[in-house]
T-cell receptor, first 114, second 114 residues
Framework: NAGVTQTPKFQVLKTGQSMTLQCAQD?????MSWYRQDPGMGLRLIHY???????DQGEVPNGYNVSRSTTEDFPLRLLSAAPSQTSVYFC?????????????FGPGTRLTVT | AQSVTQLGSHVSVSEGALVLLRCNYS??????LFWYVQYPNQGLQLLLK??????LVKGINGFEAEFKKSETSFHLTKPSAHMSDAAEYFC????????????FGIGTKLQVIP
């Protein structure tokens, strides 16, 4: 199993550009989520999905869109990049979204917006 | 609302010394608690988790944590630090509210001095 994969690993954008961060998992997990990691702030939830076709907002959703057309894929779209979105982005998945489920994380995408 | 407090954003220990990383939580329901580790330029991986089966939880790489309800704490310990333990450690609390709501602490960077 590849687990959770993310592409690209690094990306530099100019302010106002848009892009999609890709996330895929091969563990047949129902629950997937996107986090951003910033120094001194831990991980903050952007969006999550409890299954194909179902998504919802997390703690910091502004400026991001998601969709979940398949169980495997959960892309994150930046609509119009801003310097405040410079961060490291992690995708995670877990079995059923129950409170005790362990989350499996991808290797991250390091995004810089100039 | 749930929250996690990690005391000490940076901790330094000598190789062979005791590792103690502190985590306090608040939760309105019985919580599930996790410790994750992040090695440089990698995603997070599970060290151990508490799901109410036992208050002393053993994890990978010799780490363990004790759930103390009266103190709302879930501190992480390891009797003897190795150089390979240098990483960032995140405590997380999880509740099930129709979906898995996970809140992470800000992280503690562990430095191991030879």
């Amino acid at each position: 199993n590849a687990g959770v994969t993310q592409t690209p690993k690094f990306q530099v954008l100019k302010t106002g550009q848009s892009m999609t961060l890709q996330c895929a998992q091969d563990m047949n997990h129902e629950y997937m989520s996107w986090y951003r990691q910033d120094p001194g702030m831990g991980l903050r939830l952007i969006h999550y999905s409890v299954g194909a076709g179902i998504t919802d907002q997390g703690e910091v959703p502004n400026g991001y869109n998601v969709s979940r057309s398949t169980t495997e894929d959960f892309p994150l779209r930046l609509l119009s990049a801003a310097p405040s979105q410079t961060s490291v982005y992690f995708c995670a998945s877990s079995y059923g979204g129950q409170g005790a489920s362990e989350q499996y994380f991808g290797p991250g995408t390091r995004l810089t917006v100039t | 609302a749930q929250s996690v407090t990690q005391l000490g954003s940076h901790v330094s220990v000598s190789e062979g010394a005791l590792v103690l990383l502190r985590c306090n939580y608040s939760s309105s329901v019985p919580p599930y608690l996790f410790w994750y580790v992040q090695y440089p330029n990698q995603g997070l991986q599970l060290l151990l988790k508490y799901t109410s089966a036992a208050t002393l939880v053993k994890g990978i790489n010799g780490f363990e944590a004790e759930f103390k309800k009266s103190e709302t704490s879930f501190h992480l310990t390891k009797p003897s630090a190795h150089m390979s333990d240098a990483a960032e450690y995140f405590c997380a609390v999880s509740e099930y509210r129709g979906y898995q709501k996970v809140t992470f602490g800000i992280g503690t960077k562990l430095q191991v001095i030879p």
